[in-house]
Structure formats: C-alpha cells, structure tokens
C-alpha cells in the first residue's frame, strides 16, 4: 500500500470519527433538553454548519431516533430507540462510582477484552463497557457467548478492590447476586443462582458473569466483572440453545427495557460493592447462597 493510500484512509477514519462525534454531541444536546434547540444554536454550539447538524439529524433519525422539527422553534427528539447509549444510560442513573467513564461500542470482539486493555492503560474505577454486538463473547471455560445486536446486555465493569489474590472469587458471587437483584427488581421473576458463575430463570441459562483480574502476590491490580444477560433475545434462532437456555422477556411474556435494566444492574453493583468495601461480604454471601 502505498503512502497516498495510507494517507486517504486515515483521512476517511478521522472524517468518520468526526461525524460519529458531532452525531453523538447533537443527541447528547437535545437528550437533555425540556424543549426545542434550534439548528443554529447546535451549529454555534458544534462549530459547523447548519447543513451539517441536519445531516447529523437525518442520520438520527435512520438509526430510530425520532426527531420532530420545526420551524423557527428547532429540533426535539420524541422518541428513542432500545440502544444502551451512554447519554441515555446516565439520565437515571443513580451511583457514584459504576459508571463514571462509559464506553459504547455498537460491535466489538469482547467487552472483556476491551476493558482489560483500558484497565491496564489506566482506566479509573467504575469504568463501563457496553456493546450491542460481540464476536468474541466468552463464558466459562472459554465456551463461546451467542448474542445478536442489540437484544441482550453485554457489559464489563472494571473494579480497583483492596483484597488479596484469593479473594478474588469473591466478585463472580457479588456479580451473579447483582444480575439476580436487578432482574427481581425489575420483572418479579424469581431468579436461582448456580455457582460459579450462571443465573438461572425456571431451570435454564438467562445470563452468566465472567470475572478476570490481573495481581501481584499480595495486592489485585484490578478486576473485570463481565456480564452477558440474555434480555429480548428469540432463542427460536438459535435451536442449539432451546432447553438449556431462555431470556428475560420470554419469561416475563413482554419486552423488557434494557436501559432500565443496566441501570438497575449498575446500581446493584455498586451497592454490593460498597458492602464488600466495607468489609460486610458475609452478607452478599449469604443472600447469594439463599438463591442457590
């Protein structure tokens, strides 16, 4: 390949990035608006045009996003799409520490993976990854995580605990109970639990958490907590998995809302994070073995 052609496809990758940037700030903008922005104020505000900002708006609404315009009142989005958003996963969102820095990502090979590598680049406490789509999911044992886009939650949460190497078993039971409190929370549904690691509805699969960390002897540099919960997932795709596993809306019998749900589990998490901070893991230990 030669130097041009570097050239021209780093000026399409910048360009892209730029466009995915300015979509973002504009959703970002009018998310958080009680009424209309007009498109000159998000133009001033993005430093572009207004051509630009409704070519962004356009580009919204192909992705579901539904944008009433008007004229001399502006833009106002009024209806969303299920995407698991940062912008949209914030507004609610009730922690201090889960949560902090959020990244998105609409495909990847594993959020696992990805927080790792933000993990080991400094990433602080609390950091999320999400995906809609990942190529590379993992269970236990290195089994192979089926998911389609944008139907289940996919996330990983990396954790800078003060315990020692061996404790870090800890974190699959303080996961697994999380995921079980948030979808009682949410749905009533009554959740059982099977160590190490699987969540359970009526006997089959829902979700699984996937805990890996990196040590020293005596200290954990950091943990990632990777959760995969099937939400509205159609098992009837996938015959391999019928009668081992389900989803959360088969069994509630309605679609369930994923922002809701990955807010109620970000929000357990942290609680019983805060328990383990405080030296009272006995107590997750013991809930977690009541739903065993």
Known sequence: MSQV???????VRLNLELIVKSKLKILDMLYGAEGYISGEDLAGRLGVSRTAVWKQIQELASEGFVVEAKPRLGYKVVSYPDRLLPVMLRRGLATSVIGRDIYYYQRIDSTNLMARSLAEKGAVEGSVVIAEEQV??????????VSPQGVNILASVILRPRVLPHQVSWFAIL??????????????????????NEVLLNGRRVGGV???FDAELDR??????????????????SPELVGEATSLSYEAGAR??????????????????????????HLIAERWNKLC
């Not at 052609?5 to 780093?10: A, F, G, K, Q, T």
């Not at 590379?136 to 995580?145: A, L, S, T």
């Open 256 to 281: 369930i809302s994923r922002l809701a749900l990955l807010r109620a589990l970000l929000e357990q998490i942290e609680g019983n994070y805060r328990l383990l901070g405080e030296g009272k893991f």
């Open 210 to 212: 996937l805990v890996e």
């Open 220 to 237: 954990v540099d950091f943990v990632i907590l990777g959760i995969g919960l099937n939400v509205n997932f159609n098992l009837a795709g």
């Open 5 to 11: 052609d570097r050239y021209h496809i780093l000026k």
């Open 136 to 145: 590379e999911g993992r269970g236990r044992c290195g089994r192979h995580w």
């Open 175 to 196: 996961g697994a109970l999380s995921v079980a409190d948030s979808i009682q929370r949410l749905t009533g549904l009554e959740v059982e639990l099977r160590w190490p």
